[in-house]
């Protein structure tokens, strides 16, 4: 008895995370807080507007990147790798540019 229910469990978690798979809520959260930095930053002078532009554009490619690996319906761990990498770029680049000397012209 304890066994076919053991079994039954580990079938519902298999069907669940293989539907889940499109799924990428930690891309989404992750892109929403770059957004959020990069407006902070121009908010601050930290980042110029052309400065803003390169990284908004970076968030569109990494979007894009994102639609293209859900397209089938299924976001495989080197999609996910492809994109955490993208991410982590970006976020080095935020915090590159707003710590530069640079500064937003009044």
Known sequence: M??????GAFVIL??????????TPR?????????????EGR???E?????ARRLNAQQGRIRRTERRAKADGDV?????????REQN????????QKHDAQA???
């Open 2 to 7: 304890k066994k076919t229910i053991a079994i």
């Open 14 to 23: 298999g069907v669940v995370a293989a539907f889940g798979q499109d799924q």
């Open 27 to 39: 891309v989404d959260a992750r892109r929403g807080a770059e957004r959020a930095r990069i407006r």
């Open 43 to 45: 908010a601050t002078g």
């Open 47 to 51: 980042i110029t507007d052309q400065e």
């Open 76 to 84: 495989t761990v080197k999609e996910r790798r492809k994109l955490n």
């Open 89 to 96: 770029r970006a976020s080095r680049n935020i915090r590159r």
């Open 104 to 106: 937003k012209p009044n």
